[in-house]
């Protein structure tokens, strides 16, 4: 795993979060969830994590999939 980088929710994220991650991410963002992104690499593909619960990724057909932690 490589580790990216950290975003406060609601700001710009930087630009090394992939294009394809953007709209989930703002997708996300709308519920009103507040703290902040890890952006890690892991396969070659980048996964978002919200520490309010919540992680966006790249599926291996390329689609972001967001969706909630589970236990």
């Given at each position: 795993m490589q580790l990216g980088t950290r975003w406060a929710a609601g700001s710009e994220a930087p630009a090394s979060v992939p294009a394809s991650l953007r709209p989930a991410i703002a997708a996300v963002e709308a519920k009103g969830l507040t703290g902040h992104w890890t952006l890690t690499w892991l396969e070659g593909?980048?996964?978002?994590?919200?520490?309010?619960?919540?992680?966006?990724?790249?599926?291996?057909?390329?689609?972001?999939?967001?969706r909630p932690f589970t236990d």
């Amino acid at each position: 795993m490589q580790l990216g980088t950290r975003w406060a929710a609601g700001s710009e994220a930087p630009a090394s979060v992939p294009a394809s991650l953007r709209p989930a991410i703002a997708a996300v963002e709308a519920k009103g969830l507040t703290g902040h992104w890890t952006l890690t690499w892991l396969e070659g593909r980048a996964i978002a994590e919200l520490d309010a619960g919540w992680e966006v990724f790249q599926a291996a057909s390329g689609e972001a999939v967001a969706r909630p932690f589970t236990d």
